[in-house]
Structures are given as structure tokens and as C-alpha cells.
């Protein structure tokens, strides 16, 4: 009987579609009951201010090389990053019917004009 040395097995890994959960967040003393949040990964700042975004965050927010990311500071002090991204058609299309309808312009009389270019003068050089 001969014994082989065991070679180091090598760590499964999580499947590319789908990031590996490190571990739960602590909650901090006091903290609001709320909807349980995950820490999906972890980053170290260098020496140079730098961070890596981990290969699993990537993946789930589809980022690519020259990506932007927005750093953002919530009222509560959290600190929120998150990719910018261009808007859509369908998203200005939102954003113009949140609006409302447009007013529009209205028409300002001769007498209107003369008094508010009088105003301009006499602010500007004192006299009318």
C-alpha cells in the first residue's frame, strides 16, 4: 500500500451569472428593521486611493472598461455607488411627462416692453 500526497483541492467557485455572497452585514446597534442587506464583495483602497471592483460586481452591473461610476452621499450618511449611465429614450420620455405640459410663452405688449427697457435703463445708469 502506497500513499500519494494529496494535492490542495482548489474552492469551488460560484457560477459567473450569479456572485458569491461573502457574508451578511452586521446591523448596526439602533438600526431601522428593514429589509436584510448582503455584503456581495469587498475591496481594499490602496496606498494610491485606488479600488478594484471585484469581478462578481462586474458581472452583476454589467461594467466594462471605462465605465463611470457616481459616488453619492445619502442624507444618513451612507455612501452610494453606482454606474452612470446614459439616459434612454423612454427614460427623457419620463422625465418630460413627470413635467407636465409645457406653458407656454405669453406675448408681452409694446407698452409692457417700453416699461421693462425703461426699468434696464434706469437701473443701469440711473435715469429713464
Given amino acids: 500500500m502506497s500513499l500519494k500526497p494529496s494535492s490542495p483541492k482548489k474552492p469551488k467557485q460560484a457560477p459567473a ?3 458569491a455572497v461573502i457574508r451578511k452585514a452586521p446591523a448596526p446597534p439602533g438600526a431601522a428593521k428593514g429589509p436584510v442587506r448582503e455584503i456581495l464583495a469587498e475591496s481594499i483602497l490602496t496606498s ?21 461610476l457616481v459616488w453619492r452621499r445619502e442624507a444618513d450618511g451612507r455612501l452610494v455607488v453606482e454606474p452612470k449611465r446614459s439616459l434612454s429614450l423612454a427614460d427623457i420620455r419620463v ?3 413627470a413635467a407636465g ?26 435715469r429713464h
Wanted: aromatic share 6%; charged share 25%.
Fill in 101 to 126: 405640459a409645457p406653458v407656454p410663452p405669453r406675448a408681452f405688449t409694446n407698452e409692457e416692453m417700453d416699461e421693462a427697457i425703461g426699468q434696464a435703463l434706469e437701473a443701469k445708469f440711473g
Fill in 48 to 68: 494610491k486611493g485606488q479600488v478594484t471592483i471585484p469581478q462578481s460586481i462586474r458581472s452583476l452591473y454589467q461594467l466594462d472598461i471605462g465605465d463611470s
Fill in 95 to 97: 422625465a418630460i411627462a
Fill in 17 to 19: 451569472s450569479r456572485p
